[in-house]
């Protein structure tokens, strides 16, 4: 009896010891565990730091810097100004001094005309084309003067002047100097059956404003006389005589 006791305090120990053991183990696996545990909830969040560096970087978050709001100076290239101020320029002659009108475009100042005063006058006939005259002015000035338009032509007693060929009208006055000629063709007639033989031509120049200038000016015919009709006309002043005769 008293064997088995010994034996049954004994078991009670040792189970007793061993349990203890157990719990002390149990309790030591928990700490680390719980330590982590701990470390982990203190540790800081990854993600709200990388959001707070990106706001960092530049995020709308971010407070301006004194960089940010200082006021800088630039340069507006496109607020130059190229040439838009008001300036006055002077009017020149750049040589196109009449139009297809005939003059306009200049004044009798800054153009003279030519008168009889300063020029002579010639008429000659030619070959071709049939029923044509030529006329020629050569400035025996010493200055340029300037044929306005056409010669004004009275062929014997008509009350008025030959009609001008608006068509060779050119695109400037033409411009005579000094020892220099221009030249006109006279359509004497064409197709009309009526007309009537002259024996006397008068030519009158004329202004920048188509007014006659100077005094009519006696030509002599070649031949000493010109049939002339209804189709009788004169072409502008030029400054070549085949400009003329291709009328």
């Known amino acids: 009896m008293t064997s088995f006791s010994f034996r049954r305090r004994t078991s009670t120990a040792v189970a007793a010891a061993a349990l203890a053991a157990l719990s002390l ?4 696996d928990d ?6 545990q701990d470390s982990a909830s203190q540790a800081p969040d990854a993600t709200q730091d990388e959001g707070q560096e990106t706001s960092t970087a530049g995020g709308a978050g971010d407070e301006p810097t004194d960089a940010d709001t200082e006021d800088t100076d630039t340069e507006d290239t496109g607020a130059e100004d190229t040439g838009a101020e008001d300036t006055e320029t002077e ?3 750049t040589g196109q001094q009449g139009t297809t009108e005939g003059g306009a475009g200049t004044t009798e100042e800054d153009a003279v005309p030519c008168d009889g005063s300063d020029t002579d006058l010639t008429v000659t006939a030619v070959e071709r ?3 044509h005259l030529l006329l020629t002015v050569t400035n025996t000035g010493s200055e340029t003067c300037f044929a306005w338009y056409g010669p004004y032509l009275r062929f014997g007693d008509a009350h008025s002047p030959a009609p001008w060929i608006t068509e060779s009208a050119p695109q400037a006055v033409t411009a005579i100097a000094p020892g220099e000629s221009a030249y006109a063709a006279v359509v004497l007639s064409g197709d009309e059956a009526e007309g009537y033989t002259a024996t006397s031509l008068g030519v ?8 006659a200038v100077g005094d009519m000016e006696d030509v002599p015919l070649p031949g000493g006389e010109a049939y002339v009709d209804a189709d009788l006309s004169v072409t502008y002043w030029l400054p070549a005589p085949d400009d003329a005769l291709v009328w």
């Not at 700490?31 to 982590?36: F, L, M, W």
């Not at 009158?204 to 007014?211: E, N, R």
């Open 204 to 211: 009158q120049f004329s202004g920048a404003d188509q007014s």
């Open 129 to 131: 084309p049939i029923n």
């Open 31 to 36: 700490e680390p565990a719980r330590g982590a």
């Open 25 to 28: 183990t149990a309790c030591q």
């Open 91 to 93: 009017d020149t002659d």
